[in-house]
């Protein structure tokens, strides 16, 4: 299952590399899109349950690195109140 590494730049120009296990990310996430805050992190949080979920279908557990990557992006998003999210994709592996 190619997994797929993605960049995050927060609204303060702070940039995250982020981890996906499965390419379905791309179904929720465009490369080189701006996203408010908000929607940013509803479509974060549906795409890699998703991707943990296709890692349960392969492998019979959860991808725990999934789940990491969310809490950050989570952890991080509560010192926005606003903003936009832009998101870019680097090669998949």
Request: glycine letters at 4%; aromatic letters at 10%.
């Amino acid at each position: 299952m190619p997994a797929v590494n993605f960049t995050v730049r927060w609204p303060d120009g702070q940039e995250f590399t982020a981890y996906s296990p499965s390419t379905v990310i791309h179904q929720h996430l465009q490369h080189g899109a701006s996203y408010p805050l908000d929607d940013f992190m509803q479509r974060a949080e549906v795409a890699l349950d998703a991707a943990s979920e296709r890692v349960r279908e392969v492998k019979g557990f959860y991808c725990s690195a999934a789940m990491d990557t969310l809490s950050q992006l989570r952890h991080t998003a509560k010192s926005f109140s606003q903003g936009d999210v832009h998101v870019s994709f680097m090669q998949a592996h």
